[in-house]
């Protein structure tokens, strides 16, 4: 007789599969409506935010390539998956 735990059971990795299916097609919509704000505004909580921009700022120089979007198109703005 072999032993099967009660989670690999085939009906509980269906649901695990179905749940981070969910889960990565609600990250998708977030990704996909992310957009960079020069100066956001932000609350007490996000304060680190404010602190890791300037952190990673020392990396980029004035010649450093940049993608701008064209404000006309508000789908050109987004990352599509």
């Known amino acids: 007789m072999t032993h099967e735990a009660k989670w690999l059971r085939d009906e509980n990795l269906i649901l695990m599969r179905r749940i981070h299916q969910l889960q990565i097609e609600r990250d998708i919509r977030i990704w996909n409506r992310k957009m960079y ?5 932000l609350t007490k909580e996000d304060k680190m935010i404010k602190a890791f921009r300037r952190w990673y700022s020392q990396f980029y120089s004035e010649s450093s390539p940049r993608h701008y979007f064209a404000r006309s198109d508000k789908n050109q703005n987004k990352l599509d998956f």
């Open 37 to 41: 704000i020069s100066r956001p505004i």
